[in-house]
């Protein structure tokens, strides 16, 4: 699949779920912006990963927030079908940034097409609120979600509205969403 699609897949899915279901309320006004970086990672050599998620990091800590507000580090090709070893990968990201010490000044998120919480069964609906076309790490500027948590009526409230909202749907139509979105040429 190629650089453009993947990036097209991932921008319908940030529209229509992450922004269209108000998964995360912050990140409306980014994507109609147009804040978020979306950087595809080409083959699936771990190491040349971790290469490229060091220059995103710096390359967000340098830009202007008026810029890019966030980048969404999209990896089509590494730990699609093994999510036990993409978990292992956002861990060694966390790690980097606290060997760097820019833990203060970034945060991530993560997203995975089997996403799966812990406690959880892999067919369980809330896992639907992490699960994305392509595994991603999100990397966010922490003094951006600070004010924006800050700015929220009720930030402890997200997750269990995201749920709800999961819920409500339901498995069938989350399915037919997330396959109409890697349906997007």
């Known amino acids: 699949m190629n650089t453009e699609t993947v990036i097209r897949q991932t921008r319908k899915?940030?529209?229509e779920l992450v922004v269209g279901l108000s998964l995360c309320p912050f990140a409306r006004a980014p994507f109609e912006q147009d804040k978020i970086r979306y950087v595809v990672v080409e083959g699936s050599d771990p190491t040349l990963?971790?290469?490229?998620?060091?220059?995103?990091?710096?390359?967000?800590?340098?830009?202007?927030?008026?810029?890019?507000?966030?980048?969404?580090?999209?990896?089509?090709?590494l730990w699609r079908d093994d999510f036990e070893a993409y978990l292992d990968?956002?861990?060694a990201c966390e790690q980097l940034l606290e060997e760097t010490n820019l833990i203060e000044a970034i945060q991530l998120?993560?997203?995975?097409?089997?996403?799966?919480?812990d406690g959880t069964k892999p067919e369980d609906v809330e896992n639907y609120t992490n699960?994305?076309?392509?595994?991603?790490?999100?990397?966010?500027?922490?003094?951006?979600?600070e004010k924006a948590?800050?700015?929220?009526?009720?930030?402890?409230k997200i997750p269990e509205t995201n749920i709800?909202?999961?819920?409500?749907?339901?498995?069938e139509h989350l399915e037919n969403l997330m396959n109409?979105?890697?349906?997007?040429?």
């Open 49 to 77: 990963f971790y290469a490229q998620f060091v220059l995103e990091v710096h390359a967000l800590i340098k830009a202007p927030v008026a810029e890019i507000e966030t980048t969404l580090l999209i990896t089509p090709d």
């Open 89 to 91: 990968a956002l861990a």
């Open 149 to 156: 948590v800050a700015a929220h009526p009720a930030p402890a």
């Open 164 to 171: 709800e909202t999961m819920r409500k749907l339901g498995i």
């Open 109 to 117: 998120a993560s997203f995975h097409p089997d996403y799966q919480f």
């Open 131 to 145: 699960r994305s076309p392509f595994p991603m790490f999100h990397l966010l500027r922490a003094a951006s979600v």
């Open 180 to 185: 109409e979105i890697r349906k997007e040429n």
């Open 13 to 15: 899915w940030v529209e």
